[in-house]
């Protein structure tokens, strides 16, 4: 199966999401964000889910809220919700690689991996060092047919530097089989 984050399952939150002058949420909010991050590390979704829900609505479309909702969504295997959470991370920082990445993960997930190939594959260009994009275009190649263009991108990701030893998680991918 592809990989979410590096080891596919939720174990550290850390904000993927990163652009030029986002500003940071205010006080009480950001502490909502925090505790959020906490639940969510100690695999209680719904605790997570529930401090989000405590954040101003007006705050609740920036961009760290909707990648943590995302995650929480991905945890408890709500792959509908999640896609819609990535689709408007996907829109409002259209520059940012994660939004395209967590629409490809939710759209396999949701047993639609043509789709996935195809986004990856069409935005790859633009994020060339995404590691893991490239190990799950592998996977999803692999899962299409594709077994070259799997072995291609497969071999990019292990190539590439990052904190993530592709190989062991390839060695334990049933979608690289």
């Not at 639609?112 to 893991?132: C, G, N, S, W």
């Not at 190990?135 to 799997?150: I, S, V």
Request: aromatic share 10%; proline share 4%.
């Amino acid at each position: 199966m592809p990989r979410l984050f590096g080891g596919g399952t939720v174990a550290k939150s850390e904000f993927k999401i990163v652009a030029v002058n986002m500003k940071r949420l205010p006080h009480p909010d950001n502490k909502h964000l925090e505790a959020a991050e906490g639940w969510l590390e100690l695999g209680n979704y719904l605790e997570a889910n529930e401090e989000l829900e405590k954040i101003t609505p007006q705050l609740r479309a920036h961009p760290f809220v909707l990648e943590l909702r995302y995650k929480i969504y991905s945890a408890a295997e709500r792959w509908e919700m999640a896609l819609e959470v990535a689709r408007g991370l996907k829109r409002i920082l259209p520059e940012n690689q994660w939004g395209y990445f967590y629409t490809a993960y939710a759209l396999h997930e949701l047993k639609r991996t043509q789709e996935a190939y195809d986004l990856a594959e069409a935005v790859i260009h633009k994020f060339p060092d995404h590691q893991m994009m490239h190990f799950n275009l592998a996977c999803y190649a692999c899962r299409l047919g594709k077994r070259k263009e799997a072995l291609s991108f497969l071999e990019m990701a292990v190539d590439m530097k990052g904190g993530i030893d592709i190989r062991q998680l390839a060695l334990d991918d049933a979608d690289l089989l």
